[in-house]
């Protein structure tokens, strides 16, 4: 179960992470930092919240 809940994650960071990097391809550069946020958080959130 925690195979599928990391596959999960890595899909939604990933995909996040290229909305930023297309975000900073448009000079919208404010939000790309603001998109990049969030994908760390939801990177790291889930190890405090269900992994302990």
Not at 8 to 22: D, E, G, H, K, R
């Amino acid at each position: 179960m925690k195979i599928a809940l990391w596959f999960i994650i890595i899909l939604m960071v990933s995909y996040s992470v290229a909305f930023s990097i297309s975000l900073w391809k448009d000079k919208n550069k404010s939000g790309a930092v603001v998109i990049m946020i969030f994908a760390l958080f939801i990177l790291i959130a889930p190890y405090f919240v269900l992994m302990k």
